[in-house]
């Protein structure tokens, strides 16, 4: 049974940084594309990162995080993170870990979905 449990979200004032880690089990880990979306209130899930099988070597990101957050993975301990730094109040989502065999930037095909975290960023 394939499970991806996100944790580190939280309240965070803006201008502020928050580290979200993604513990996967159940599948192997270093041949899925890992990524991260969010869904504020009232609108569509949204692609926010992505990061290549293995190696991690390509990293994608939507333009509205480009130079903020920062993805990364460690094969060893079967997580992936995201780093989000000068937080905004419209950051306030909750984020979803991803996974998927498919190797595409914007993660256009999810075998499997995380239960999402809160990140509130307060103004």
């Known amino acids: 049974q394939v499970q991806l449990v996100e944790s580190g979200g939280g309240l965070v004032q803006a201008g502020g940084s928050l580290r979200l880690s993604c513990a996967a089990s159940g599948l192997t880990f270093s041949r899925y594309a890992m990524g991260w979306f969010r869904q504020a209130p009232g609108k569509e899930r949204e692609f926010v990162a992505s990061i290549s099988s293995w190696s991690g070597d390509l990293t994608y990101y939507a333009d509205s995080v480009k130079g903020r957050f920062t993805i990364s993975r460690d094969n060893a301990k079967n997580t992936v993170y995201l780093q989000m730094n000068s937080l905004r109040p419209e950051d306030t989502a909750v984020y979803y870990c991803?996974?998927?065999?498919?190797?595409?930037?914007?993660?256009?095909?999810?075998?499997?979905w995380g239960q999402g975290t809160q990140v509130t960023v307060s103004s």
């Open positions: 991803a996974a998927s065999l498919l190797q595409r930037p914007r993660m256009v095909n999810v075998d499997y």
